[in-house]
């Protein structure tokens, strides 16, 4: 079990005037991403107009990592940055959007939800120059969900290398730390220096997977990526999905329990979801919103629950009064075997794996 904070490992630079509590997290006020100017901007474009601003600071750091570069796509400015350091053994996560305790904390645009996005890294098994970083993103089931650099909507991603997406009017960079060299002087040798990105589609699932056809192994071996250090293969994924009648789909993975202040539920969910991930909070877009509506010291959106490899994850999505594992605050736990967490001032949940 990990309860141990994790905002050490975080390192935030944030410019465009964003101070934290100077103003309301107001209800999000949903806009088209093609409707805001200058979103004709090229991607190569918005980074070296930006470079200046975060390549000093990137280039500072050692340890391996992701920096997170988000740019204004209409003014083509730097809006933050954030250096989210990974560690041995455990992952770190971090969340981007308008709330003024998310970790990239943007306020630019309204399009952008108050908790829009999760990053989560893998665990490194060194922390030696250059280690390679492997990290997800998930869209937290928002009305503006992000978009790859050929313009395809985006639930999720994996990527080890770097990886564009632009999402609600701003543009991000997500580009591996640890290695000075990656950063040159020069913002145009920078991006030359960027490994093309090559997308590829996750395996479907056996239920979702179209019926064979002839040709089909060859075109499997087609999708097959090359060993290629000029290239970052990033694997477009799930991400929790519309609605919650899909908790339960697919071959039930466990049971979650929670106590409410006016009840007791046990839920069963299905691999599939638990993969893509499930949210909890009081917000319509959460699964599981009405027991969580019970408890006004939730957040709208509090926290994922999500399968990542072989760990099961709670990750606190910046909420306001926080998630605990024996009265301490966390913001990722590994949830092990009889792992208790507190969601708020009045809810607790425990996960039972299906025997």
């Given at each position: 079990?990990?309860?141990?904070?994790?905002?050490?490992?975080?390192g935030?630079?944030?410019?465009?005037?964003?101070?934290?509590g100077?103003?309301?997290?107001?209800?999000t006020?949903?806009?088209?991403?093609?409707?805001?100017?200058?979103?004709g901007?090229?991607a190569r474009?918005?980074?070296?107009?930006?470079?200046?601003?975060?390549?000093?600071?990137?280039?500072?750091?050692?340890?391996p990592?992701?920096?997170?570069?988000?740019?204004?796509?209409?003014?083509g400015?730097?809006?933050?940055?954030?250096?989210?350091v990974?560690?041995?053994?455990r992952?770190?996560?971090?969340?981007?959007?308008?709330?003024?305790?998310?970790?990239?904390?943007?306020?630019?645009?309204?399009?952008?939800?108050?908790?829009?996005?999760?990053?989560?890294?893998d665990?490194?098994?060194?922390?030696?120059?250059?280690?390679?970083?492997?990290?997800?993103?998930?869209?937290?089931?928002?009305?503006?969900?992000?978009?790859?650099?050929?313009?395809?909507?985006?639930?999720?991603?994996?990527?080890?290398?770097?990886?564009?997406v632009r999402?609600?009017?701003?543009?991000?960079?997500?580009l591996?730390?640890?290695?000075?060299?990656?950063?040159?002087?020069?913002?145009?040798?920078?991006?030359?220096?960027l490994?093309?990105?090559?997308?590829?589609?996750?395996?479907?699932?056996?239920?979702?997977?179209?019926?064979?056809?002839?040709?089909?192994?060859?075109?499997?071996?087609?999708?097959?990526?090359?060993?290629d250090?000029?290239?970052?293969?990033?694997?477009?994924?799930?991400?929790?999905?519309?609605?919650?009648m899909?908790?339960?789909?697919?071959?039930?993975?466990?049971?979650?329990?929670?106590?409410?202040p006016?009840?007791?539920?046990?839920?069963?969910?299905?691999?599939?979801?638990?993969?893509?991930?499930?949210?909890?909070?009081?917000?319509?877009?959460?699964?599981?919103m009405?027991?969580?509506?019970?408890?006004?010291?939730?957040?709208?959106?509090?926290?994922?629950?999500?399968?990542?490899?072989?760990r099961?994850?709670?990750?606190?999505?910046?909420?306001?009064?926080?998630?605990?594992?024996?009265?301490?605050?966390?913001?990722?736990?590994?949830?092990?075997?009889d792992?208790?967490?507190?969601?708020?001032?009045h809810?607790?949940?425990?996960?039972?794996?299906?025997?």
């Open positions: 079990m990990s309860g141990e904070g994790l905002r050490a490992t975080i935030v630079s944030l410019w465009g005037g964003q101070i934290r100077a103003q309301p997290n107001a209800r006020m949903v806009a088209r991403a093609a409707a805001l100017p200058g979103v901007r090229s474009e918005l980074f070296v107009q930006a470079y200046a601003r975060f390549a000093e600071r990137a280039r500072a750091i050692e340890e990592g992701v920096a997170v570069v988000a740019i204004d796509e209409a003014s400015a730097a809006a933050g940055l954030a250096c989210v990974a560690r041995v053994g992952p770190v996560a971090a969340i981007i959007g308008r709330h003024d305790r998310c970790d990239l904390f943007l306020s630019g645009r309204d399009a952008l939800s108050l908790r829009h996005l999760a990053l989560v890294v665990p490194v098994t060194s922390w030696a120059r250059g280690a390679p970083v492997r990290f997800r993103l998930l869209d937290l089931r928002t009305g503006q969900p992000m978009v790859d650099e050929t313009g395809k909507p985006l639930r999720g991603l994996v990527a080890e290398g770097p990886a564009i999402c609600a009017g701003y543009a991000l960079f997500f591996p730390l640890g290695d000075p060299s990656d950063f040159p002087a020069s913002a145009d040798d920078a991006w030359t220096m490994p093309e990105r090559v997308y590829l589609d996750e395996r479907p699932s056996l239920d979702e997977r179209p019926a064979p056809s002839e040709g089909a192994q060859a075109t499997h071996a087609k999708l097959r990526p090359r060993v250090l000029r290239a970052t293969y990033i694997t477009r994924t799930g991400g929790p999905r519309d609605t919650s899909h908790l339960a789909h697919g071959d039930v993975a466990g049971v979650l329990e929670i106590h409410t006016l009840r007791q539920l046990a839920i069963s969910i299905g691999d599939r979801a638990l993969r893509d991930g499930v949210l909890l909070g009081r917000y319509g877009r959460c699964d599981l009405e027991a969580a509506a019970e408890d006004h010291t939730l957040s709208r959106v509090h926290a994922l629950l999500i399968h990542v490899e072989d099961l994850l709670l990750i606190d999505t910046a909420s306001t009064n926080g998630t605990f594992v024996q009265g301490e605050p966390a913001r990722l736990v590994v949830i092990e075997r792992t208790e967490l507190g969601l708020g001032d809810t607790t949940l425990r996960w039972r794996w299906k025997d």
